[in-house]
């Protein structure tokens, strides 16, 4: 036996499926078969139901929506370019977005990295037949049978996840079954193995077929080293919401309304309130509010947001400290004024939320942002020196080792997203009328003056525009916007990203059609360098 050395980027399916060193045979074979340091072996991996465990949570490691955040956040009109940028992602701001950009090709590596994750570990519970005795912890009341069913879901919904991530962002029409997909790892594939990419269909009837499985299988009972925080875990409320979404994007309302209402009223949680906001004469909200890295704000909402409580997520992916830093995505230090803000949030999504009650006005800017209401007057160079409109949706976490404070938890369903997905199953059964009570219904949780006015929309054109406007808004910097351009914007109203003209001003390319090749993104350089699989059109 010997070891396989990796090439960096050389193939990212290869990489992928190496782990991190593995040892692949030849003639050799010495007398005693020596096994090599590093080499990995299911037989040597997986011998009891707490290995599974184990790598179960390496899994999990791996699934990671922050390059989702990056080129949604960036290439659309969620963000400007700041006060303290020194060319970072000035590039993909412009437009430029070519098979080399480092979002989609961390995308890829990540998502497929989580998938061969997953299925190693199917493959290598093959080899443990699980009995009905109680296990100790850390399964209290499960028997091993339970657990070993409960640890499969959760690697089958994971690979579900991470394939239907892929498919929203790499395949240039997820309604239709016979465009191009992407390659679909339901194995673990052999080194040398070159895999094509698949029809949408082919990808996702092998997403619904392990959703399918993960819902049959999952204990809703969590395991006793999970309890403290178990919306961190595959649950069937994740399956739900998962689903939710998936049919929303495929054009199937009757079973995206389905789910969602499955989520809505099925799940225990609420739409999390704003609480009381004290502001001072200059507008801003009291310390009590933003609170610190290790006292939580009194707003429900904010202290949602800074990882204190659960709030309404119904799924988010734990980021303690030392792992990737999703603030570091705005900021060089820390997230406020001082911390080197390179990136800030877009004066057109600001204008949106800086209306009267709204707490998103100040859960989403730090308090040492520099807010000008003459901001338009101002030469270009001055107006980014004078409006700094500091992100604080990610505030970051307590300690100043490892870049704690740039770091947050990554959410991936809240309830409100459920209730969005409603709104627009109404839109589609033509109930207006539901469907404003739906964005109501978010806007009054969001303002801490009380109740809103109930939107009345014109048409179904005039719906959709406010549902992707609250969209816009409420799921800001979470990796929502590029898909929602691109899958709703033209029914709408919507033709082009919508920058406000002063954050472009120093810019050729002020915003871009919905309609363009870039908003399906290209197939990393470095997979098809290694596996020339077909490229998307246009790059």
Known sequence: MRQLKIKKMKKIISIIILFATISVANSCKDAYEIIQDGEFSESATFQTVNDMQKFLNNTYDRVDVSNEIGISSVFTDELGIGSQNGGQNVSL?????????????????????????????????????????PLAAPFDNFTEKQAYNSILAQAYAIRAFCHFQLLCYFSPNIKDNNSLGVILLNKVPAVS????????GEVFASIESDLNFAYANINPVKLSSTSSSPYKYI??????????????????????EQYADTVINTSGLVLTPAGTVVTNANGVANSAFYGSYTVASTSPYKSMLQDFTRGEIIMALDRPVGKAAIAAQFYFNRTNITGGPYMDLSRAVYNIINVPGDVRKHAFIDATAKIDPNYESYPWAQYLANDVLCIDKYSGKAGTANGAELMSDLKLFR???????????????????GAALRIKAV?????????????????????????????RVELALEGHRYLDLKRMGASAGVTTTERHPKDVEGYANKNLSITDYRFTLPIPSDEINGNPIQQNPGY
């Open 415 to 433: 309830l409100s997203e459920m209730y969005f997905i409603k709104a627009e199953c109404r839109v589609a059964a033509n109930d207006l009328t």
């Open 443 to 471: 806007r009054d949780a969001r303002n801490y003056l009380g109740p809103v006015a109930l939107p009345v929309y014109a048409n179904a054109t005039a719906a959709l525009k406010d549902i992707l406007t609250e969209r």
């Open 93 to 133: 701001y412009n437009f430029a977005l070519t098979s080399g950009n480092g979002f989609a090709s961390g995308m890829w590596l990540a998502h497929y990295s989580a998938i061969n994750s997953a299925n190693r570990l199917i493959e290598g519970a093959k080899l443990i037949t699980p009995t009905d005795k």
């Open 235 to 256: 649950s069937k409320t994740f399956i739900d919401a998962l689903r939710a979404r998936m049919y929303l994007y495929r054009g199937n309302y009757t079973l995206a």
């Open 193 to 200: 193995e070159k895999l094509p990419r698949n029809t949408v």
